[in-house]
């Protein structure tokens, strides 16, 4: 029987908590120990556990969002297919989860049809109160998953309807943005996630609609949003574009991003290792299970992914992305802007040069000149 995982009462003069931070996402397999999320009151702090292993089924809540002790966070299942029968929604009398899972009835939902709650459709409480004080049409949000503040607030307050004379929220130092919905930008969702330090304030990416989200996250629309975001007091972005065969791309999105404003931070996951005489520049992302040597210095934006050994004082130049399971013997330069690609072995003391192009599964034994570029499977030089 799939387990309710309900989240508890921390404080018994203060049943609200914010979710902090959320260690997991749907569909996610948790054993049984594993922390979930954690809840922050103004007196306490505490980690939500899960008692039972199974897979993560119908997640109601984002990080950022507030809850009420009693509310259900999800279902803990070892059917990756089972789903939690549907709460049944009609015009008069509606099932809205809170803190007691009672029956809520709305009054004014017969004034105002607008906001009349779809059939099928799961909306938390404080949700459904800021759609309705906002006037939006519950009709317009997705049907497919729970809906809780942080999605009413993607329909509601658009960053392109904020006005630059607004007056600043002031600066947030946990909130940041991800630039990028694509693969590489979910990989950096998770890695935030686990790293419990940031609140995602959504997704920008120039080819995604407003009506999307990118594993739970909402998408906030394009560049232009990114006034209107440091209006509301967002700094901190990650750029998700890897610029994998045209790295323009992504020195274009830092570009962006710092005419914006905003900092990049480095991040690592906690899974990697990063030795204390190691140097991390800015916009430094270092992925799962990689490593980075003593005394080693990884120029601004550099990507070290899942796997990948950048030894002792090796020195790569700004932009230059490690592929998974490259690995990098120790004193390799590599200039900026190279790729080297997954499972390239690099030789000590060898010479990269800028712009270069490194082949999955090539063997560098020797310099390769700038913009060089050595074919897949290929022992450099032949």
Known sequence: MPEKVILPLLNPNEPEAVLAALFVFEGQWVDEGEPLCTLETTKSTADVEAETSGFVIDLNFAQGDRVCAGDILCFLSRDAAWRPPELEAGSETTQIPDASHE??????????????????MRISRPAFELARRSGLDLGKLPMDKFITEEVVRAFTVRPEARHASEPENGFDSTS??????????????????????????????????????????PVLGSAKVLPSLYARGV?????????????????????????????CPAVVHPTAFVETSASLSPGVQVMPHAYVGSQARLGFGCIVNTGAIISHDCILGDLVNVSPGAILAGEVQVGAGALIGMGVTINLRAQVGAGARIGNGATVKADVPENGIVRAGDVWPK
Do not use: W
């Open 103 to 120: 029956l809520a009835v709305i009054a004014d939902l017969a004034e105002e049809n607008q906001n009349s709650i779809p059939d099928g």
């Open 176 to 217: 940041i943005i991800v630039y990028g919905g694509g693969g590489h930008g979910k990989a950096l969702i998770d890695l935030l996630r686990v790293l419990g330090v940031y609140h995602i304030v959504g997704v920008v990416d120039d080819g995604l609609t407003t009506t999307e989200t990118i594993m739970g996250v």
């Open 235 to 263: 700094r901190l972005a990650v750029n998700a574009v890897g610029g994998i065969g045209n790295l323009t791309v992504r020195q274009k999105v830092f570009e962006v991003l710092a005419g914006a404003g905003f900092a």
